[in-house]
């Protein structure tokens, strides 16, 4: 991703380099650590909240897919992955606790500051792909009920989740370079200290490069899907015989909304900082910049927020069966899946067959009509009878039709 990857990278950073933290180095004592100001004690706890919250509920997550659900459908399967990605995610945290809190720099050398970014944008990548593959589950089993089935099966999908994984990996190969250690000598006692802090080569091109491909590619593009496929579905899901099998279709959405909230204000920061490096305006750089700490640590919780929502989603199942009541959630999901595509393709069935009844009545009609002609000019008398019975049908067969 950008200077951030996913948001805790990000976060130290921003945080870093919004507190001016040259101006605070250089103001200290002869000590070898540096004091903490107020936005890296913000900084400090936010990482702090998200990963004592997330890691655990991640954790949780992860434990009820595997241990109990029995019939995992797509959109279960794809939870864990979700919920597996924003885990690893906040295992790097303590790194960045330890950078904000600890006052010593980046103490884990260039390989560490450059792989821990990359994962972070790794994360970012495969969520909103995840997300994606969601979204695209629930459209296909709603409106293309026969490629659904064909395609659900297991083999399919451990190669589309393969995929989604080496997308992300592919698409997060940036992010290494974009970052390097700045090593900083700036203490009375010569003292040098590391940081880990976005390079772009002193290039405006490689920055707006950066920001604008990660907006497009990670945000933009996917979101546009999403919409596309949920649009869709709700509009199809407004029949009545869709009423109370919605619970997979809005823990979906809340998914969705959840990841929108949190990241449209870090995207929207990459935009107006474009923007201000494409018409070298430094009043935009510098705004975008000092609003880059509090979006970055918004979007943090991405990875923490998850678990709370399915919580909240599965809440109605907490007095029924306690400790599991994540894991009948998710079974819910996999009934609702089955039943709405069943649905769907009896739908189509009678469809299809009310179409084959009007194709053979209108075939009736013109070997009916075509006889009705031919007996006109054979009979001039005598044939009124049969004519009628003929009128008759035909009139029967038009009342089919409509």
């Known amino acids: 991703m950008s ?12 945080f870093l380099m919004a507190s001016n933290i040259t101006t605070t180095i250089s103001q200290q004592s002869s000590s070898s650590s540096v004091p903490l100001s107020i936005n890296h004690m913000v900084g400090i706890a936010i990482l702090t909240l998200a990963f004592v919250l997330g890691f655990p509920g991640n954790l949780f997550v992860v434990w009820t897919v595997l241990c109990r659900v029995k019939n995992r459908s797509v959109t279960c399967l794809l939870v864990l992955n ?12 303590p790194f960045f606790l330890r950078y904000l809190a600890g006052g010593r720099g980046w103490e884990f050398g260039s390989a560490a500051c450059k792989l821990v970014h990359y994962l972070s944008s790794v994360n970012m990548y495969a969520s909103i792909y995840l997300i994606c593959l969601m979204s695209m589950d629930r459209w296909l089993a709603v409106s293309r009920p026969f490629l659904f089935q064909t395609m659900r099966t297991k083999r399919s999908l451990l190669i589309i989740l393969l995929a989604v994984w080496m997308l992300a990996l592919l698409l997060s190969v940036p992010m290494p ?34 920001y604008l491909f990660e907006t497009i590619v990670g945000f933009l593009l996917p979101f546009s899907l999403i919409n596309t496929c949920n649009s869709s579905v709700i509009c199809r899901l407004q029949s009545a015989k869709f009423q ?58 991405s990875s923490a927020v998850n678990p709370i ?30 039943t709405t595509s069943t649905f769907t393709r009896t739908g189509h069935i009678n469809r299809g067959c009310s179409i084959r009844d009007e194709r053979a009545a209108l075939n009736t009609l013109s070997m009916k009509l075509g006889r009705l002609f031919k007996s006109k000019k054979k009979d001039t008398s005598g044939g009124v009878a049969g004519k009628e019975a003929d009128e008759l049908e035909l009139r029967t067969l038009a009342i089919q039709l409509n």
């Open 3 to 14: 200077q951030w990857s996913k948001p805790h990278s990000d976060s130290s950073q921003a």
């Open 82 to 93: 979700l919920s597996m990605a924003d885990a690893f995610l906040l295992l790097s945290a």
């Open 177 to 210: 370079f974009y970052r390097r250690l700045d090593m900083r000598s700036t203490l009375p006692s010569n003292i040098t200290l590391s940081f880990c802090v976005p390079y772009h080569w002193k290039s405006k091109s490689h920055r707006v490069f950066q």
């Open 244 to 301: 109370g099998r919605a619970q997979g279709s809005r823990l979906i959405l809340m998914v969705i909304c959840t990841f929108a909230v949190f990241w449209l204000p870090y995207h929207i920061v990459n935009i107006i900082e474009v923007v201000g490096l494409l018409q070298d305006s430094k009043s935009t750089v510098t705004a975008a910049l000092a609003a880059r700490p509090n979006v970055t640590a918004f979007a943090y919780f």
């Open 309 to 338: 929502v399915y919580v909240f989603a599965s809440s109605s199942h907490i007095r029924q069966v306690g400790f599991s009541f994540m894991g009948k959630l998710f079974e819910d999901t996999s009934s609702e899946n089955r």
